[in-house]
């Protein structure tokens, strides 16, 4: 079974969020599995992974969007360093960008991603079994596969979407229709959305089975989805949460080469600590304070205006009787509030931007991770705190729920319900009762770590699908 996994991030490649760290594991474990060729296909970008590696160009032609006509490439990468073949496509002045998203002509970028991938298969008589599209970032494909005239070669390929985070849609006026390959205009109301091209919608639509990175996403979606709650309900019958795993090999507390202490199960508890106190004298925190740690994107739905009056409460509220640590970046306003408090309060360390290396050093360090999420499709934070021995606080909403139950319920986690201050605050203070009993702390790491949040059983349950 061939399977082509389509989409715009993969981990190490290009990273923005969670979509690049599953397109970066899962083809990986799904080729271990007998009879499996899983492969990636995805924009090229200029970033350091494309020179410290050897490209192959497997193929060079032109496609016509709308007036232009442009020139599209397929490099290969040659020693399939990641577990599963690579391919990039190249379309000068369009994908060879920087960064994958925050471009004024997203829409064309998007488009002409996904007529190159399509064109380049058609044209090279490559007929998958599968193909499988990752966010509306490639939305159009099983559109254009069964009604561009162009890929009628392509005609009748099973198609598969996942839905990674629903917030976003892709939608465009039909303006653009001009700019996608000639399609059977009879159709056009497979691509429409209150009056818009909208490509999730879509891809819904037009795929064979949809899935969400969870369970308890899909069920959300039933009732909050931006304005597709009927047509996910419609579609019902198409539909499957599969929840997210991690990559057990590059998230591995033993043999991370990001730490600066290595540990397992047995010595958790005692060289977390080293960890935490090395991270806490770089940053200027008080290591034998808990340490509660936020790491992602500033933006609305995940929680991250609530940061700056969490950092500013909990810490007068507790009269400095904790560390708070927040990795990332977003929204300016939030942004410039954090580095107020970072000045005021020496308890607060903020780090600005996205860095990898720190974030792996977070969760080996940290007592607590933070994740109040107003929508959280699946969530790997989470799942990366407690492999690593460290407790996660999250909103009992989409993946959350499916991954983290509260100590209340036999878990090893903290959850509150509503999204605000206010209950952020209280489960923080449930957590500092919790550090301050040795024993149950300790427990905890050690449950945590007991997890199986490996790929193995969501990539089995994915080619399950594929097959059926």
């Given amino acids: 079974m ?5 989409s715009t991030e993969c981990y190490p490649v290009a990273k923005v969020g969670g979509l690049a760290d599953v397109v970066g594991a899962l083809p990986k474990y799904q080729n271990k599995i007998k009879g499996v060729d899983a492969k990636v296909v995805m924009p090229w970008y200029n970033k350091s992974f494309i020179y410290d590696h050897e490209f192959d160009i497997v193929f060079d032609g032109f496609i016509h969007q709308g007036p232009n006509m442009l020139q599209v490439q397929v490099l290969k990468e040659k020693s399939d360093v990641l577990g599963f073949e690579l391919y990039m496509v190249r379309i000068p002045g369009l994908l060879d960008r920087d960064n994958p998203y925050g471009y004024a002509d997203e829409n064309f970028q998007f488009i002409g991603f996904q007529h190159g991938v399509l064109h380049w298969l058609s044209a090279m008589q490559i007929r998958p079994d599968v193909l499988h599209c990752h966010d509306y970032h490639t939305g ?13 070669f392509l005609k009748g390929v099973k198609t598969i979407a996942t839905i990674h985070n629903g917030e976003y849609q892709g939608m465009m006026s039909w303006e653009m229709a001009s700019y996608i390959p000639s399609f ?16 999730l919608a879509s891809m819904i639509k037009c795929a064979h089975a949809f899935t969400t990175v969870s369970q308890g996403y899909l069920e959300e979606l039933f009732v909050s989805f931006r304005g597709l709650e009927g047509l996910v309900r419609d579609e019902f019958g198409k539909a499957y949460g599969i929840i997210n795993g991690i990559d057990t090999e590059v998230w591995n507390p033993e043999t991370d080469p990001m730490l600066d202490f290595n540990f ?6 005692a060289l977390k600590k080293k960890n935490k106190e090395k991270l806490c004298k770089e940053y200027g925190l008080r290591p034998e304070l808990p340490l509660f740690a936020f790491i992602g994107r500033f933006a609305t739905e995940k929680g991250a205006d609530f940061l700056p009056d969490v950092v500013w409460r909990s810490i007068t509220q507790t009269h400095g009787a904790l560390n708070i640590m927040i990795l990332g970046s977003g929204d300016p306003y939030i942004e410039n509030k954090l580095k107020e408090y970072d000045y005021i309060y020496s308890n607060f360390a903020l780090d600005l931007g996205y860095k990898e290396y ?3 050093k977070i969760y080996a360090s940290a007592d607590f991770l933070l994740m109040p999420s107003r929508v959280e499709p699946c969530g790997l934070n989470q799942m990366y705190s407690m492999r690593y021995g460290t407790v996660p606080i999250v909103r009992y909403t989409g993946g959350l729920r499916d991954t983290v139950n509260d100590i209340s319920t036999g878990g090893a986690g903290l959850n509150f319900t509503a999204p605000g201050v206010d209950d952020i605050i209280h489960a923080m203070n449930r957590a500092l009762l919790l550090y301050n009993q040795k024993g149950t702390m300790e427990n905890l790491i050690h449950a945590n770590m007991n997890f199986d949040f490996a790929w193995e059983k969501s990539a089995e349950k994915y080619i399950n699908l594929y097959k059926n």
């Avoid at 061939?2 to 389509?6: E, G, L, M």
């Avoid at 159009?140 to 009628?152: A, K, R, V």
């Avoid at 397992?264 to 508890?269: D, F, I």
């Fill in 2 to 6: 061939t399977v082509f996994h389509i």
């Fill in 358 to 360: 720190l974030s792996h």
């Fill in 264 to 269: 397992n199960k047995k010595n958790a508890v």
């Fill in 140 to 152: 159009l494909i099983p559109f254009m596969i069964e009604h561009c005239w162009e890929f009628s």
């Fill in 184 to 199: 059977d205009r009879y159709k056009w109301g497979l691509m429409d959305w209150d009056g818009l091209i909208n490509p």
